[in-house]
């Protein structure tokens, strides 16, 4: 761990017991030249691409007791519900990827403001997404709750050639989570770096060079989830993306203009 992440775990830590504040910033030196200029509003679609041919409602690939609505020729911005439904076989679940990819070259800051309801084995994702193709994956938070309504919240850096063979991770990190209020989940994206903020603090840090393949375009997902169909509660869980939004450091131009461009290796 390097000093810079070392400090922001601490600080994250002192925020977890009550030492420090828990309100989201207003800024932070890091992303206030951005926050200072237009914002514009992520536009999604409802579904992920790998789900789509299969209609209305598509599987997850590796969990098929999970159905994701899918929505083809319709786009989305937020306030959104973001919600698992209990349906009497399976889970139903509300989760968004961006139209459009953004080009980490061009330095840009995206940031969602969320509230994930409380409930046992939720296993939410309010911000991550993937690069050129996947992986590289980034996971600004990732929510879990136990059956005793007790939550973690944890990010990830995943890498590596493909998800089957050769998927490497960076170590994951656990994060002071607050279920009782809405939360902003940003990620900063700038040349050879991503930097996670929760509430505008920043948390933690990846550098290109700790991993062995970078990405220069990104897309934006937020989702509800549940955890494996062996801890099912049949508990509805409710929640709502209130806002996402992509703050530019230079004009771009996204490289996909359509979700069903993705190219996924």
Known sequence: ???????????????????????????????????????????????????????????????????YR?????????PLPLNAKWNGTQYEIDVYQSVSKYCSALDFYVETEVWIGRGR??????????????????DVAELYSDDEYEYSCQSNYHHGDNYEEDKQSIKGAKHAFFPEQRNLYGALFEDGV?????????VRQVKAKHVNRFSDYWNVIVQAGMKEQSVFTKDDVEGVLYSAKVYKDNEYSPLFESADDFIIA
């Open 1 to 67: 761990m390097n000093i810079t992440n070392a400090y922001y775990r601490t600080t994250d830590f002192l925020r977890r017991i009550g030492a420090l504040s828990k309100t989201p910033r207003e800024s932070h030196p890091l992303i206030e030249r951005y926050l200072s200029g237009e914002a514009e509003n992520v536009q999604f679609y409802r579904g992920l691409s790998w789900a789509r041919p299969q209609g209305e409602w598509g599987q997850h690939p590796e969990q098929n007791w999970q159905r």
């Open 70 to 78: 899918n929505d083809e020729d319709k786009t989305y911005e937020a």
């Open 121 to 138: 084995n939720i296993h939410a994702a309010p911000l991550w997404g993937w690069g050129d193709a996947a992986p590289p994956e980034y």
């Open 194 to 202: 991503v930097t996670f903020f929760y509430n505008r603090h920043p």
